[in-house]
Structures are given as C-alpha cells and as structure tokens.
C-alpha cells in the first residue's frame, strides 16, 4: 500500500461503497473515517433485494472474516408475459441478497458492529488501520487547508452526535476533520459531487417508479414457490414489467444456508425463512396529483424520493394493486396480494464526467460517480469493483490517470445502458430509440478514438 501509507483517509457516506473502500483501506493499515449522514447506530431494513457477481465475492473472499453465507444463487432466468408462464428461459445467473445483510456483514469487519446478522464480530486482523464509522454527521463544506507545506482536504461538517440525536438547526455546530484523501461514496444526492460541481449529467427522474416489497417463503403457496425458487423472475405487462428473486433475510440464517446445522446441544437457532423479493416498475409523471398522492405518507408528509415500508398509505397501495392484479400471471399476483408492507422510490440516475479532484485527494465513486437505473443490477458489483481497480493505483500497478480514464469510460458505458433497459422495458418506442442511438453512439466514438490512436 505504498502510495497510502502513513496517511489518513475520510470517506463521505457509509452505505455499501463507502464500507467496500473502508474495509480496503482497513485491510492495508491505513486509518479510516466513515461520515454517515443517517443519524441510525443500526440501519433500518427495507429488505431490499441486491445482485452481485465475482467483483463482491473476490472481495469478501479476501477481506470477510464473518465466515457468513452472503448470498443465494439464481441459477436461471425465465421470463412471463401477462399471464402466460415461462415463455422464456435463459442460463443467465446472478447471486441474490438483501441489502442489510451485506451492510451488517461489511460494518462487523470494518468497526466490531454487534448486529442480528454478526452478533459476534471478528476481531482486527494484525496490521489492520484504525477504523470508525461516525453517524449523523452532515458535510457542509470542502477545502484545501496547507500544513507544513503539506496540502490536506479539509471537511466541516455538523454532528449530531455518536448516539444519533440530532441538533436543532439553531444549536447546530459545525466540527472540522483533515485527511489525506477523501473518497465521496454518497450516493445520487452527493453533497461532495454538489460542491465541486463537475460537469456531467446532473441527477434526472426517469419517468417511472419502483414499487418493491418481500414475501416470506413460508407464506406463498407451493407452486408460487416453485416458480421463484432458485430463479430470477422477470413478468411483462404493457408498459411495465416486474422482477423478482429469492433473498436471505436479514440475520442470515436460513434453511440450506449452512448455518443450519444444530450445535453441540443439538439445537438449531434463529432460523429464518427466505424472502421472495419483488420490484415493479410503473411509470408515474413527475410533477403531477398522481405523484404526489404516491410519495405522501400516512402521517401526510411528503416524501421528495422514497416512501418507507410501512409508511405507504394502504389506500394508496390498494389502488395500484387493484389495477395490476387481473392483468399478471398467478405466482406474481400472489406474492403482489401477500406483501404487507410495500415500499415506493423514484428511479433516476445521474452521471459525472470527472473523477479526481484536487490533484486525486477527492475522488468521487459509487453512485457519487455515477448513479445507474437499477434494471442493468450492478450497483453492488460496481462498488466492488471500483474499490479493487483504485487498489492497483493504491499499489502502484496503474496511474491515478489511467484509472479515471477507465473507470469514467465504464461508467458512462453502463449508465447509458441501463437507460437503454429502461426505456426499453417501462417507455414508449421511440424514447427507447433515442437511448439505444446515444449509447451506440457513444460505443462508436469509443472505438473510432482507439483506432485513431493505434
């Protein structure tokens, strides 16, 4: 870790980017500090079903010591239309979990979180940097601050406190924190990405929204069971679609997962079942009646992106059931009518053209970076992903230069994709043209620069 040694890092944003790049850097000495604006010591679950591939298991494999079942495989794909069943089958595989499960897996290694999922965290490996992960903590401001004749990164930012209590806005003061590097992990909204402001496309609705909820297993009847099992489920209705898959729940602890197995008492514990995970995306307008009675909650707030589970108004949620059920195939209207708490998001997407700053002691990644629609399910991955390829920078293998010119070329490669999937699967013909064209557009130029280039 020659080129970080000795020095200090402060990652803004402790979702699953943020704790990929802090349990690298952990893993190398260096000491790391995770600003999370969520004021939650513990994060509440949506049971939000995620996808990943070898990029995730590379990294767990080498810097997990939870030992945990991470995940469950899909080993095919099939695809329904309206109500017919299987019209499509495809050997496509992904490996399906739930959002929590790999925060509490990422936060036991990173700083000893006690959690249902790793009530008992591993302890540091020798050589491991100093870690802490710092809650309700909002960035304000960014500047270069010189120290003999040292250049740092310097952050303010208003605390609310370790025990999550936020200040009122009168009493709020701002505390500073000086680091080597800063990595922006915070998401679509990045306050890092606000203030440096790179050119790129700002964060855009997409024109429809993500209904999503779970099912547990136990609970569907045995046939929808079949039809979900091991799968990855995609239903087709006119101008919108659904996903959906099998996910651990949140402790981790489920039949086959392996940690099944009675103990030497011969008692089995915390055994759960697995969650069938859906997603529905159906277009919405923005800026209309129709949205706003969506993101109102039922105490009457109003919510500007996501609506929580268990705050949608049951009204509201009745409606959209109402009108889906007589037009989806059996197993989807099931877990549809079954689902007790849904949840509801707007999908956009966002894209910055610029990686480094400050001469690489900022850099934005994740969805700081760029922020896919989720059809193309790489969010996770990507995350993985990002951090292996910045430690062959951190080791010397590659120039902070080469990086960014590869990993903004995938970005935007990706980014323009999704939108390609998106429209294609929720939009009209020819806003899917319009996509489809900026992105073999973008392909061609790609290649015509390399060829000009050899």
């Known amino acids: 870790m020659t080129a970080l040694q000795g020095k200090t890092v402060v990652i803004v944003g402790g979702s699953l980017t943020?704790?990929?790049?802090?349990?690298?850097?952990k893993?190398?000495?260096?000491?790391v500090t995770i600003l999370e604006k969520d004021p939650s010591t513990i994060r509440s679950s949506h049971q939000a079903g995620i996808a990943f591939g070898p990029a995730v298991e590379e990294f767990l494999k080498k810097y997990d010591d939870t030992n945990l079942p991470n995940c469950i495989p899909a080993v095919a794909t099939r695809l329904d239309f309206r109500k017919f069943l299987n019209v499509i089958h495809l050997k496509v595989q992904r490996h399906e979990t739930s959002w929590t499960l790999l925060y509490n897996i990422l936060r036991a290694n990173f700083d000893g979180l006690v959690s249902q999922t790793v009530p008992d965290p591993p302890p540091p490996r020798p050589g491991d940097g100093n870690a802490q992960y710092l809650v309700g903590t909002k960035v304000t401001e960014m500047f270069v601050e010189e120290r003999s004749q040292k250049e740092s990164i310097k952050?303010?930012?208003i605390a609310g406190g370790l025990d999550g209590n936020s200040t009122t806005r009168g009493n709020e003061r701002v505390k500073y924190i000086t680091a080597d590097l800063v990595i922006a992990a915070d998401g679509l909204h990045s306050t890092i990405r606000r203030l440096l402001d790179p050119p790129g496309v700002p964060s855009e609705y997409s024109g429809y929204v993500s209904w999503r909820g779970t099912v547990p297993e136990n609970e569907v009847s045995p046939e929808t069971l079949e039809h979900f099992n091991s799968m990855t489920a995609l239903g087709f209705?006119?101008?919108?679609?659904?996903?959906?898959?099998?996910?651990?729940?949140?402790?981790?602890h489920f039949v086959g997962s392996g940690n099944d197995q009675p103990d030497s008492k011969g008692s089995v514990h915390n055994i759960n079942p697995?969650?069938?995970?859906?997603?529905?995306y159906y277009n919405i307008p923005d800026n209309t009646q129709e949205m706003t009675e969506v993101l109102t909650n039922k105490e009457g707030y109003v919510h500007s992106n996501t609506v929580p589970s268990g705050l949608v108004r049951p009204e509201v949620w009745s409606k959209y059931l109402t009108a889906v059920l007589p037009h989806v195939a059996e197993p989807c209207a099931e877990l549809l009518s079954k689902t007790k708490y849904p949840f509801v998001t707007k999908v956009n997407d966002?894209?910055?053209e610029k990686a480094t700053f400050y001469d690489g002691r900022v850099i934005l990644t994740g969805d700081a970076l760029a922020t896919f629609r989720p059809h193309i399910a790489v969010a996770t991955e990507k995350a993985a992903k990002g951090v292996l390829e910045l430690g062959k920078v951190w080791e010397g293998e590659k120039t902070l230069k080469d990086w960014e010119k590869g990993v903004l070329f995938y970005e935007k490669k990706v980014w323009l994709a999704s939108r390609v999937l998106g429209t294609w699967g929720c939009r009209g013909w020819w806003e899917f043209f319009q996509e489809l064209a900026a992105f073999i557009g973008f392909m061609l130029k790609h290649?015509?620069?390399?060829?000009?280039?050899?």
């Open 18 to 25: 943020g704790l990929f790049h802090g349990l690298y850097l």
């Open 27 to 31: 893993r190398h000495g260096v000491d």
């Open 155 to 157: 952050l303010g930012y």
């Open 237 to 252: 209705i006119n101008g919108s679609y659904f996903v959906v898959y099998c996910i651990p729940p949140d402790s981790g």
């Open 274 to 280: 697995r969650l069938i995970n859906w997603v529905w």
């Open 350 to 352: 966002a894209l910055s």
């Open 447 to 454: 290649k015509l620069a390399g060829w000009i280039q050899s």
